[in-house]
């Protein structure tokens, strides 16, 4: 995946900036990881900046095959939002810049459609703006929805902040990508790697987590979101499809493929619909939810045996993960993107332990705590116990541990590309991803305790009695240009 994002930024990411420890925080064992964490940071930070654009149109100038995908973008001003809502000012010209330029986007025709037959899911356009005319993996339906949750953490903060007239602007945006979600949830798709037509764990998670999220703002606002909240168990219903029992099957409703289906396609979308209010919700796979740590183990065991790079690292000890063991695209490699998710969700996991006050092992997570911690045994321990603080620092000590392989295989220059080699741990594939450099900032961000606000899946997570795949029809309209008051 080659990324390039729309809008500029001089100081992006200076929340995450304070997630990095200081020296004196180090032990001994971790100080390598310590050390890593605050060399690779400032470059991180810096390598996303290099890869977003000049304006709010994109890369003004720059060459044509620059591309800005609905979906990276998307996820990149969630991140961007919260590292503005975290305190880093300087951010909000370019969240503005990129509410903007998405009220043009959302209007331009393209080969999926137009805006309200379909073309909100074209997967990527020119980075002017105009639509990408040759073939690719058509529709890739996680767009829209990703789009939405990036506009709304910034609703959400201008009505916090008594700006609801600017929120009022956002919304038709909002209205759009959700009548898309709404139209077509129930249809296949591309996923998140652009190679699988079928039905994608990511995709209909975050279309979930758009459409709880987009009912409570059209409430803030006076405004209504059609259906969105029938919509919104309906889709959260079929997320459960995804659940083999003992992992997530990322890829379902497909042709026939010939992948048993661990894919950190789950990882991405766990860190991603992660809500530090929630309990460990299985329903919505919170990090710390049995089927979440579960999975974490069935992924990462997948990636043990075929990889040289992880070859006589022990069980319980973290390794390079890839996208799919059985992913040949450039040879089929580890990725630093899937190797950071797998400690994110550790600490996701950590913090919400610790904001509940209690860990709890069931029989679908024994495994994954066995692996960390060899006493481990089915229960519930305060935290205020010897066994939660003991079982804690070893999901700590294992997050860690993910980092250690990334340090490992990161060249001295600080550069992430997209993957390592399987064998060799050399970089691979696109240099500079920024989807590498973002995945490395929230990992550390979500180390230091700094969380996203929450998105309402403690409340969001209600089952209808019966699964229907009814889909709403959309309500769409053209939006008028947003502009802001100066500074
Ligand atoms: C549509 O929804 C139904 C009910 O949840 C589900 O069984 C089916 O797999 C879904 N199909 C697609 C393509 O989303």
Redesign the pocket.
Known sequence: MHVKFVVAAEALFAGYALAVPTATQQTKRQTGVEEYIASESPIAYQGVLNNIGPDGSGAQGAAADFYTWTRDSGLVFKELGDAFIAGDAALEVHLQNYVTAQAELQKVSNPSGDLETGGLGEPKFHVDMTAFTEEWGRPQSDGPALRAIALITYANHLIGSGQTEQAQNIWPLVQNDIAYVTEW????TFDLWEEVEG?SFFTAASQHRALIEANALAAALGQTCEGCEEQAS?VL??VQ?FWTGSAVNSN??TQGNNRAGLDANSFVSIIHTFDPEAPCDDVTFQPCSARSLANHKAVVDSFREGYGVNQGIEQGVGVAVGRYIEDVYMGGNPWYLCTAAAAEILYDALFQWAKIGTLSITDVSLPFFTDIYESAAVGDYAADSEEYTAITAAVKEYADSFIGVLQKYTPKDGSLAEQFGRDDGTPKSAAHLTWSYASFLTMIARRGGIVPPTWGAATGNTLPDQ???ASGKGNYAGPATVSWPSA
């Open positions: 949830w129930n249809k296949t039905s309906q219903c079929f499809d379902i409703n699964c229907s795949g």
